[in-house]
């Protein structure tokens, strides 16, 4: 692939850093330009990064396509984790929000089980009606979550505020000890455990995109790409962080609105992605983008952000609160009973999609 062809290809990421260098030149004159300016400035840049995070998407399915299930969305969903925890930290950085960190873990679980998989379900139910897929793979999936979300996101509530280094140190130890079985269950002997086998004539022209299209792109190119990317993203997060404060503030908005704006720019690229899949009758790629995108979201963003906690001694706020209690609670329990049979309908992915529309209302009325 040529330069000229390949800055052609890559023009959104270009966007993306000549945008950064625009707004490091003016930033200060958009903020005394007052809060509508600040906020507008602050949408326009998280239009952009989300732009960005798709070129990310795009070479991390480029790589997935390459190495093939389940090593492939495993790619997929560490590409996204990795953007959502750069911004964290950076947003972090710039807000006073202790609660951040929960809301945004807590609104990526909502994003990617009841937004992403509800939706592809919806749809690619009506177009295929009954979707098979490997239904070890949601169980495992689901009670990882349950148990994840539980050990850092529950159990909190009863810490006292004198021993909560205690219990930060050993919730690190235990996501690492949870992801690092999990991992050699996803890439060692269990790996059928996260795939599925289609029939070939489906496989032939329902897949991805066709592998000689893949070969065309160097993985050298893809992992370089990715990388840049994150950075030029990271870099466009700093100013976001910096002028949505501004535009926000003593605005009135739900405080949940900035952990609501971090999960979406992660899940946007899989969105698109799963629908795709969805569309094309592959079931057990939205499972494993879902899924897998929400558990990697808990059990990789907890440790990394307690370390921060650690190292700073200013603990996060990472109890939930009775409302997302509730709604992860059921969100877990109606995906145990719809992904228990190893197909989906239209039906389940509806009752996923009308939880992603109650936790949008209950995001507008601040709960």
Same mark, same amino acid.
């Given at each position: 692939m040529g330069l000229l062809s390949l800055l052609k290809q890559e023009r959104f990421l270009i966007v993306a850093l000549a945008a950064g260098l625009v707004a490091y030149s003016i930033e200060h004159s958009v903020l005394e330009a007052g809060q509508t300016a600040s906020l507008i400035a602050a949408v326009v840049l998280i239009g952009i990064i989300i732009l960005a995070s798709t070129r990310v998407a795009h070479h991390a399915e480029v790589l997935a396509r390459k190495v093939g299930d389940p090593y492939g969305t495993m790619i997929l969903t560490l590409s996204a984790v990795a953007v959502e925890v750069l911004i964290l930290a950076i947003?972090?950085?710039?807000? @006073?929000?202790?609660?951040?960190?929960?809301?945004?873990?807590?609104?990526?679980?909502?994003?990617?089980?009841? =937004?992403?998989?509800?939706?592809?379900?919806?749809?690619g139910g009506l177009r295929h009606g009954e979707q098979p897929y490997n239904d070890d793979s949601s169980r495992t999936y689901?009670?990882?979550i349950l148990t994840a979300m539980g050990i850092s996101m529950i159990v909190p509530e009863f810490i006292p505020g004198d021993r909560w280094?205690?219990?930060?140190?050993?919730?690190?130890?235990?996501?690492?000890?949870?992801?690092?079985?999990?991992?050699?269950?996803?890439?060692?002997?269990? @790996?059928?455990?996260?795939?599925?086998?289609?029939?070939?004539?489906?496989?032939?022209?329902?897949?991805?995109?066709?592998?000689?299209?893949?070969?065309?792109? @160097?993985?050298?190119?893809?992992?370089?790409?990715?990388?840049?990317?994150?950075?030029?993203?990271g870099f466009?997060?700093?100013?976001? @962080?910096?002028?949505?404060?501004? =535009?926000?503030?003593?605005? =009135?908005?739900?405080?949940?609105?900035?952990?609501?704006?971090?999960?979406?720019?992660?899940?946007?690229?899989?969105?698109?992605?799963?629908?795709?899949?969805?569309?094309?009758?592959?079931?057990?790629?939205?499972?494993?983008?879902?899924? =897998?995108a929400s558990l990697s979201t808990v059990i990789l963003t907890v440790p990394v952000m307690e370390s921060i906690a650690l190292y700073s001694g200013q603990p996060f706020v990472m109890a939930m609160t009775p409302v997302q209690t509730v709604m992860v609670a059921?969100?877990?329990v109606v995906a145990a009973i719809n992904l228990n049979d190893g197909q989906t309908n239209a039906i389940e992915g509806m009752t996923h999609f009308v939880l992603f529309a109650t936790f949008v209302m209950l995001t507008a009325l601040g709960l």
């Open positions: 947003m972090m950085g710039n807000a @006073s929000s202790p609660t951040l960190v929960r809301d945004t873990i807590y609104a990526a679980v909502m994003l990617d089980i009841n =937004g992403i998989l509800g939706l592809a379900a919806l749809l689901s009670v990882m280094h205690y219990y930060s140190a050993f919730t690190i130890c235990a996501m690492i000890a949870l992801y690092a079985v999990f991992l050699k269950m996803q890439v060692g002997p269990h @790996s059928y455990f996260f795939s599925y086998t289609y029939p070939r004539a489906e496989t032939a022209t329902g897949g991805q995109t066709p592998r000689h299209e893949a070969e065309h792109e @160097s993985a050298a190119i893809s992992i370089g790409v990715i990388l840049v990317g994150v950075l030029i993203i466009l997060a700093e100013f976001m @962080s910096t002028l949505m404060n501004a =535009g926000l503030e003593g605005s =009135g908005a739900p405080l949940t609105l900035m952990a609501v704006v971090v999960a979406a720019i992660s899940a946007a690229p899989e969105i698109l992605t799963a629908l795709r899949a969805a569309l094309k009758n592959r079931m057990q790629s939205v499972v494993n983008i879902a899924m =897998g059921i969100t877990l």
